[in-house]
């Protein structure tokens, strides 16, 4: 049910964002507390702003009121999905080439199941080559929980 909400709602989201160049970076419908939370994630060139995030709030709450593609109260959230961003479509694997990542596994390779290392980006084989240590190392994305940005302060 979860997918075929988020499926539905990126098929809602994609032409207001399409409109005003923005790009859509991930989108969760989740219950955490008793409550279901609708976030989308959205990012442009130059980043994004809290105002771009209203605006596109406001249009997607009067089409969502609208066509009432969920059954259930939730609460909608539009922002962006800040510096340590996960990578998930193809494209951010392109974009973030040479940049530092964090790898969190389902289980355990090599005695750990967290990584970090320079993204060198996917294999023919779509999987995750990732610099780690020195060594080229590949993930595939069924074992990948998690992979984002790297935060170096």
């Known amino acids: 049910m979860r997918k075929s909400i988020e499926a539905t709602i990126e098929e809602i989201v994609q032409p207001i964002v399409d409109a005003k160049n923005f790009e859509i970076v991930d989108i969760e419908y989740v219950k955490e507390a008793g409550e279901y939370y609708l976030r989308v994630y959205l990012d442009k060139e130059g980043g994004i702003s809290l105002s771009d995030c209203e605006v596109v709030s406001r249009e997607l709450s009067e089409i969502l009121d609208k066509k009432d593609p969920i059954k259930d109260n939730y609460f909608l959230e539009v922002s962006s999905p800040g510096l340590d961003r996960p990578l998930k479509k193809d494209k951010d694997f392109e974009r973030y080439k040479g940049r530092d990542v964090e790898i969190k596994l389902y289980k ?7 990584f970090e290392g320079e993204l060198v980006g996917l294999t023919e084989d779509n999987n995750i ?4 240590d020195g060594e080229e190392v590949d993930f595939t994305r069924k074992e990948v929980a998690l992979i984002r940005l ?3 302060f």
Do not use: D, E
Not at 108 to 114: H, I, L, R, V
């Open 129 to 132: 080559k990732v610099i780690i």
């Open 108 to 114: 355990p390779m090599n005695g750990s199941k967290q």
């Open 150 to 152: 790297a935060i170096k």
